[in-house]
């Protein structure tokens, strides 16, 4: 069985397969990323950290640079504007495990752009080259830097910054193919990432709504990228990422499980979930997975209802379980 694509390269670290979990806040915590990594992940990547708030080091900021045991290598997500709170942030993630320490370009949310930090830093690509270097100064990890296209479709900078992080010494680009005005509407532009791929020499990580194992492997063919990156198509469907991995070990992919197959693995998520979170933390997050799992599933919309107004992670898990029994007596009957 011949490979189909080659490893993920950054810096001395090798990464197979090239496929990446997005950082997604709020989302991609130590417990997700400890479920997800096992269905083929090469990278995994924390959810975005603010250098301002490591300064303080709160119990919850700790929490997010923690990394789950099953996750080799991760890589810690830093955002802020200033250079000097970005180096130090840098350097206490690295004592902390980090493998890699990548610095974030590209969240559009009001809450961060208000500081100047995340997407809003693209207005200034000066900025961000002092940022960068001072954060590959900082530190004896690679240093990757994830981004959107630009700040509005009339001044996109992703090469210019792109470059600025080549000369710098970062080692690897994530681009999410829209711009910071766009949030996520319309569709990622996978030319601009083709784009970027022929313009500079450090690794490219393309990224943007990659939905299905054969798209995702047609862009990344087409584009030239080295690795790619899944975010929201994963959630309720880990198998995703397996299919894909199939795909890039040069072996066929593996069929989509059963409603009811989703439905068990969303009680392994829920019950992982309250034994790593507690029950108080893990329901009010495991409603958003438990309504992705239910997608596309007969009466899955009143489940949903029904879900969102539980605390108690038993019974969420009895109601899952009697649509797994309904399932089942459906398919004998069929
Ligand atoms: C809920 C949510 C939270 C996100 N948080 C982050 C973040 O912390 N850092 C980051 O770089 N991108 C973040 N993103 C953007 C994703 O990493 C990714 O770039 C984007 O979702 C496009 O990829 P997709 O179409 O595969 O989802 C977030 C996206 C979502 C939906």
């Known amino acids: 069985m011949a490979r189909t694509v080659d490893p993920l390269k950054i810096g001395s670290i090798s990464i197979w397969p090239p496929l990446v979990l997005a950082p997604m806040s709020g989302v991609t915590n130590r417990t997700m990323r400890g479920l997800y990594k096992p269905f083929g992940l090469g990278l995994t990547v924390t959810e975005f950290v603010s250098s301002n708030a490591l300064k303080f080091g709160s119990k919850r900021t700790m929490e997010m640079i923690d990394r789950h045991g099953l996750e080799s290598p991760v890589s810690t997500q ?39 930090g995340g997407s809003a830093c693209l207005r200034d690509p000066q900025r ?53 005005r766009q949030f996520y509407k319309g569709s990622a532009d996978w030319d601009h990432i083709a784009a970027l791929k022929r313009a500079i020499d450090i690794p490219v990580i393309g990224n943007g709504d990659l939905a299905d194992s054969h798209t995702a ?22 198998w995703l990422i397996s299919q894909i991995a199939d795909l890039m070990e040069g072996r066929e992919a593996r069929p989509s499980p059963s409603p009811a197959d989703r439905l068990r693995y969303a009680i392994v998520h829920l019950r992982t979930m309250v034994a790593e979170l507690g029950e108080a933390r893990a329901v009010p997050q495991m409603r958003k997975h438990v309504a992705l799992y239910l997608k ?37 009957a069929a």
Request: proline letters at 3%; charged letters at 25%; aromatic letters at 2%.
């Open 217 to 238: 492997m047609q862009r990344m063919r087409d584009s030239g990228v080295d690795a790619i990156m899944l975010g929201r198509a994963t959630l309720g469907n880990p």
């Open 78 to 116: 830093l955002w802020g504007d200033d250079p000097q709170t970005m180096a130090d942030a840098a350097k206490l993630v690295r004592e902390c495990g980090a493998d890699i320490v990548d610095i974030n370009f590209g969240c559009p949310a009001p809450k961060v752009v208000k500081t100047n």
């Open 296 to 332: 596309g599933i007969h009466g899955g919309a009143q489940l949903r209802a029904r879900i969102m107004t539980i605390d108690s992670a038993d019974e969420v898990a009895a109601i899952i379980e009697e649509t797994i029994a309904g399932l089942e007596a459906d398919a004998v």
């Open 128 to 180: 961000c080259e002092e940022i960068m270097r001072a954060v590959v100064d900082a530190v004896d990890c690679p240093v990757t830097m994830k981004m959107r296209l630009g700040w509005t479709e009339s001044d996109l900078v992703y090469v210019d910054v792109a470059k600025r992080a080549q000369s710098v010494g970062v080692q690897a680009v994530t681009l999410h193919a829209r711009t910071a």
